[in-house]
């Protein structure tokens, strides 16, 4: 299917953070070093300095103050901020950087070239035309490419976690050589199939309950009645009768992005149940899903519409009658 602007800027997104999630260790932007006990963080050793205060080198207070600023303060700052981005914009992370999510969508369109299913637990595979008005005819010699893209990128994954936790250029010397220690080894063998088990039968799951980063993301997003969400502009519902439900054919968390907020829990802000409206709708001014915010998230939120302090507001914001308190702003009335 073509990729609108949009989904090519997230593709972008995405892959600029995959590349990221494997280079940030032989970089030393970040990685848990074993065998050195302490972290990297942006090419500098991570340590709180406890070595110096045993031999003696610091003071307690200056050990303390390590712990402070340079132990807990970053991580309590980015948690901080990750969590502000989610209470605003939701599960953006998840959407548009997480290298867990553009093996799902992966994994997903691959399926879908294969059986016309999201997955393998769905019932009914979803309609072969697309909201770009191309058709996608199953074909099961795509089963062979899904098997094999699942085993690869789960050996990346694999590889990439063993290099977070030892000497990257050990790691990737060792593998080159074929010099992999006995534990080395079974870490790449244990990991690669427990996350090829896990790409192939349980990608979605993973998302929705066992992610911790999702969870709470999605918890404080849901703690935002604002925040930015998917909306469906009822008053163009009728267009809707012209289209095959492509949003809730193309979601890759199997949601059904014309309901309220909260059956939209897992929502990962990926827009492209927005891109496949816009392009189903292209005849038209405007599609009726999009991204909507304050007044208009409310009404998603809440399914009522936004109660306003401000008695001057116009009625037509708020989707209430017009009265003398809420005067129209277009008419007058
Ligand atoms: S509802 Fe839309 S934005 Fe949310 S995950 Fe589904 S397709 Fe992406
Ligand atoms: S909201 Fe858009 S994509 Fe979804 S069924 Fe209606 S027209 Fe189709």
Same mark, same amino acid.
Do not use: F, V, Y
């Given at each position: 299917m073509a990729r609108t602007k949009l989904q090519l800027q997230r593709f972008w997104f995405q892959s600029g953070f995959f590349l990221l999630f494997i280079l940030a260790p032989p970089l030393d932007l970040l990685r848990y070093d074993l065998t050195q006990g302490h972290f990297f963080f942006l090419g500098m050793n *991570?340590? =709180?300095?406890i070595d110096g205060l045993i031999s003696g080198e610091i003071s307690p207070l200056e050990a303390a103050m390590n712990i402070i600023f340079i132990g807990f303060l970053p991580i309590a700052l980015t948690a901080a901020g990750l969590i502000w981005i989610a209470w605003k914009f939701g599960r953006l992370y998840c959407g548009w950087l997480c290298p867990h999510f553009s093996v799902v969508e992966m994994i997903n369109k691959l399926m879908i070239r294969a #059986?016309? %299913?999201?997955?393998? *637990? !769905? %019932?009914k595979p979803i309609p !072969? =035309?697309? @909201?770009?008005g191309s058709y996608i005819k199953p074909d099961k010699r795509f089963w062979l490419v899904t098997v094999l893209a699942a085993l690869f990128f789960a050996f990346i994954w694999a590889l990439s976690f063993l290099t977070y936790l030892l000497p990257p250029f050990e790691i990737y010397s060792n593998l080159i050589n074929w010099e992999l220690t006995g534990n080395q080894a079974r870490f790449l063998g244990v990991g690669t199939l427990l996350l090829f088990i896990e790409f192939m039968f349980a990608r979605h799951l993973f998302c929705r309950f066992g992610c911790a980063v999702g969870l709470f993301q999605s918890l404080a997003w849901m703690g935002?009645?604002? @925040? =930015?969400v998917v909306g469906f502009d009822k008053q163009q519902a009728? +267009?809707? #009768? #012209?289209?095959?439900?492509a949003c809730d054919n193309i979601c890759p968390m199997r949601l %059904? $992005?014309?309901?309220i907020k909260r059956k939209m829990f897992?929502?990962? !802000?990926?827009a492209q149940c927005i891109s496949a409206c816009e392009q189903v709708q292209a @005849? /038209? $001014?405007? @599609? $009726? +899903?999009s991204w909507v915010t304050d007044a208009d998230a409310i009404v998603v939120a809440t399914d009522k519409p936004a109660k306003s302090?401000? $008695?001057? /507001?116009s009625c037509t914001a708020l989707n209430e009658p017009c009265s003398a308190q809420r005067p129209c702003q277009e008419t007058g009335g």
């Open positions: *991570w340590t =709180l300095g #059986s016309g %299913k999201h997955s393998i *637990w !769905e %019932k !072969e =035309l697309q @909201a770009d935002n009645n604002r @925040a =930015l009728n +267009l809707c #009768s #012209s289209c095959n439900n %059904k $992005p014309r309901t897992t929502c990962t !802000e990926c @005849a /038209q $001014p405007s @599609a $009726p +899903l302090t401000d $008695p001057k /507001q």
